[in-house]
């Protein structure tokens, strides 16, 4: 008989708990940051990449004076396959300085970035962080 008891008070309190959720506003999306590796010791990280879910605003910062530019690789769902994206955000000012891009998604859309190093002028990049992904 406790044994029922249990049972029927937990599957109340999921019951109540799913009709909190039904009722409650739209969930608010995700923010999220990458770091770039650095070429340098006595740097951190060398590019630090973000994504504010509030305004779609990407924020890229180079963050180590080691004379490359900060690069974030941008893929927005549907996602890319074999390491695609969508975009890229350049950052060729000195370090310490941020580039800001506002963009428009719908909202729930998925965003992942990847923050890294990269010669604008050549094209080559590298010293990538990892993917991370958020919500608008």
Request: negative net charge.
């Amino acid at each position: 008989m406790r044994t029922t008891r249990i049972r029927v008070l937990g599957a109340v309190a999921a019951s109540a708990a799913l009709v909190g959720l039904a009722s409650s506003p739209a969930s608010a999306g995700t923010s999220v940051s990458s770091w770039g590796q650095s070429v340098k010791s006595s740097c951190a990280n060398g590019s630090h990449g973000r994504f504010e879910d509030a305004g779609e605003i990407f924020n890229l910062t180079d963050s180590c004076a080691d004379g490359w530019s900060a690069v974030l690789k941008v893929d927005v769902a549907p996602y890319k396959s074999d390491g695609g994206y969508d975009f890229t955000i350049w950052n060729t000012q000195s370090a310490g300085n941020t580039v800001s891009v506002n963009k428009a998604y719908a909202e729930g859309t998925g965003v992942c970035i990847q923050a890294g190093l990269g010669e604008y002028s050549s094209g080559e990049w590298g010293m990538w962080g990892y993917w991370t992904c958020g919500v608008s």
